[in-house]
């Protein structure tokens, strides 16, 4: 099941990436996520973890109602995501340090 998810999660990921990067290829991954930055709100870094707090928090209210109202998206698919943006806030910090160097 884990590779299953995560394969799956990456598979996702790229998808997404084409999607919030201006259809742009791999070359600028977190250009979704610096917006915030660039719009004055939060540091990249805040503004992944906001994502994954919604995300966290979709996954607790079903935990406690046993559902989810918006049927466009399963828990699979919040698992899904939860995955990729733990993953994104890495390889983010990952590539700051890298830049530093």
């Known amino acids: 099941m884990h590779r299953e998810l995560t394969e799956e999660a990456r598979f996702l990921s790229e998808r997404k990436n084409h999607d919030y ?6 070359t600028h ?24 707090t919604d995300k966290m928090s979709r996954l607790s209210t079903f935990i406690t109602t046993g559902a989810f109202k918006v049927k466009d998206e399963a828990l699979r698919d919040t698992v899904l995501d939860v995955i990729n943006y733990v ?13 530093e160097k």
């Open 21 to 26: 990067s201006g259809g742009k290829d791999s």
């Open 87 to 99: 993953i994104i806030l890495y390889a983010f910090i990952q590539s700051k340090k890298q830049a």
């Open 29 to 52: 991954p977190f250009l979704n996520f610096t917006r915030c930055e660039a719009m004055g709100i939060c540091n990249t870094e805040a503004g992944i973890m906001v994502r994954l």
